[in-house]
C-alpha cells in the first residue's frame, strides 16, 4: 500500500519543509500546494520536499480545496497535514503498519492544541478532539463537504488511535492574528453549526483570555517535544525555486468543479425519469418499492447519497382537481450519476387509502443540504397506478395465519 501525504499551506517554507522531512522516510508521494497570495519565485524551500508542487487561488478558507488536492493525490491511502502542525513520531512510524490494513477505511487522529508553550498541550474539549486524518483513498467512500473546519465524512470501519499531531497555532501566531482570524471564520460557510462555533471559536483560537472550560495544560512527552523543536526552530529567507511558469497554477472556477456547494450552472438541471418495470397493482395502503431508471443528461455529476450537491429524487401523490397534492417524501440516488449515465432507484412508496387509479408525481431535486432549501425542482414525471379496493395482497393471507 501507497501513502500520499497533502499540504495545503502559506506557512513559511521552512518550517513546512522540516514538519514533511519528517513524514518522508514512509510515504511515496508528498503534494504541497501553496497559496496563490505568495511569492511565485520564492517556492524553493516547499520545492525541496514536495514530489508535486502546485499553486492554488485561496478564496475563503483552504478547506475549500480540499476536495480538489484529495483528487491530485496518487497514494492508497492519504494522510492530511497542515503548515503549522506536527506528526507525532509514533504514529510515522506506525504509519507503514496502518497503511498496510485491509479492513479499515479511516483512521481518526487526535489533535492537540500546544499551549502556552511547546511543551504542554490542552487536553480537554474543545480544543482536544479526533478526525479521520489518515484515510482511504477510495473514490467509493472518500468525501469533504469543502467548509471551513470540515472533515472527512466517517466512513466504517474506522479506528481512532492514541497517537496524532499537534497544532502550533498557538504559539507561532500572536493574539492579534488569531483574533483576525476568528472573525475571518464567523464570515464564511463552515461544517459546524454557527451557535457552536461562537461559543467555541473564541477558546480555540485565543484561550488566554477564556475561563469557562479551565484551562488545563498536559506535559508532551519527550519525543515528541524533540519533533515539535525540530519545525520550531526552522527558519531562514523563502528561496528562488522553479521558474513560475513550471509550477501548475489553479484558478478558483477550476477547483470549484470539485467543490460540493458550488452553485451548479443551468445546463446541470437536466434528467430523466422512468418507469423501469411493469408499473404495480398496489392495494390500499400498501407499502412497497416502485423501481424507476434516472438519468443524467446534463453536465455536472450528481454525488448521490447526503451529499452536496444533493440531489435526490422526490415523489407525491397528486390529488384529484381542486384538492392539494400530498406531502413530498424523498428517495437519496444511491450512488453518484456522471452526466450521461442512468441508475436504477428504488422508491419506496405507500399506496394511497382509497381505490381507483391514482398519479404518482416524482421529480428531480436539489436541495441545500444545510438549510434545506429547494434549489431548484426539474425533470419531473407522472406514473399511473391503479388502487385495488382490498386492503392488503390476498395471496398474503396464508402467511398470515
Not at 53 to 72: H, K
Request: proline share 9%.
Amino acid at each position: 500500500m501507497t501513502l500520499s501525504v497533502y499540504c495545503l499551506t502559506s506557512d513559511p517554507g521552512a518550517r513546512v519543509a522540516a514538519l514533511l522531512r519528517q513524514l518522508r522516510p514512509v510515504c511515496e508521494e508528498i503534494v504541497v500546494a501553496v497559496d496563490s497570495r505568495l511569492d511565485p519565485h520564492r517556492l524553493g524551500r516547499y520545492a525541496e520536499v514536495a514530489d508535486r508542487l502546485l499553486r492554488y487561488e485561496f478564496v475563503g478558507s483552504s478547506e475549500q480545496a480540499i476536495p480538489w488536492i484529495t483528487a491530485q493525490c496518487t497514494g492508497d491511502w492519504i494522510l492530511r497535514i497542515d503548515g503549522d502542525e506536527v506528526v507525532s513520531p509514533t504514529l510515522i512510524e506506525r504509519l507503514p503498519e496502518l497503511t498496510a490494513a485491509r479492513d479499515v477505511f479511516q483512521y481518526w487522529l487526535p489533535c492537540r492544541w500546544l499551549f502556552p508553550d511547546a511543551g504542554h498541550y490542552l487536553a480537554q474539549p474543545p480544543w482536544h478532539c479526533s478526525n479521520p486524518r489518515l484515510v482511504r483513498n477510495d473514490p467509493a467512500t472518500l468525501w469533504h463537504a469543502g467548509l471551513s473546519h470540515g472533515h472527512f465524512e466517517p466512513v466504517f470501519p474506522s479506528v481512532h488511535l492514541s497517537e496524532g499531531f499537534y497544532h502550533l497555532s498557538l504559539l507561532v501566531n500572536g493574539v492579534a492574528h488569531r483574533e483576525a482570524k476568528v472573525a475571518r471564520y464567523l464570515s464564511i460557510p463552515s461544517g459546524h453549526d454557527r451557535r457552536v462555533l461562537e461559543v467555541d471559536l473564541e477558546a480555540f483560537y485565543v484561550p488566554e483570555r477564556d475561563r469557562r472550560f479551565g484551562v488545563a495544560p498536559v506535559p508532551v512527552g519527550a519525543r515528541d517535544r524533540g519533533a515539535i523543536a525540530e519545525v520550531l526552530a526552522a527558519s531562514g529567507e523563502e528561496q528562488p525555486g522553479p521558474p513560475a511558469g513550471e509550477v501548475p497554477m489553479w484558478s478558483w472556477s477550476e477547483i470549484q468543479r470539485t467543490w460540493p456547494p458550488r452553485t451548479l450552472p443551468e445546463a446541470a438541471y437536466r434528467g430523466k425519469i422512468e418507469a423501469f418495470e411493469r408499473v404495480p397493482r398496489l392495494y390500499r395502503g400498501q407499502q412497497r418499492p416502485v423501481t424507476v431508471r434516472v438519468s443524467n443528461t446534463g453536465t455536472d455529476q450528481w454525488p448521490g447519497l447526503n451529499r452536496e450537491p444533493w440531489i435526490k429524487l422526490s415523489h407525491r401523490w397528486l390529488a384529484p382537481q381542486g384538492l392539494a397534492p400530498g406531502a413530498w417524501a424523498d428517495t437519496c440516488l444511491p450512488a453518484h450519476l456522471a452526466p450521461g449515465a442512468s441508475s436504477l432507484v428504488p422508491v419506496a412508496i405507500e399506496a394511497p387509502l382509497s381505490a381507483g387509479r391514482h398519479m404518482l408525481e416524482l421529480a428531480l431535486v436539489h436541495e441545500d443540504l444545510l438549510r434545506g432549501d429547494v434549489i431548484r425542482r426539474f425533470a419531473a414525471v407522472s406514473l399511473p397506478l391503479d388502487v385495488e379496493a382490498a386492503e392488503r395482497n390476498p395471496w398474503m393471507r396464508v402467511a398470515d395465519r
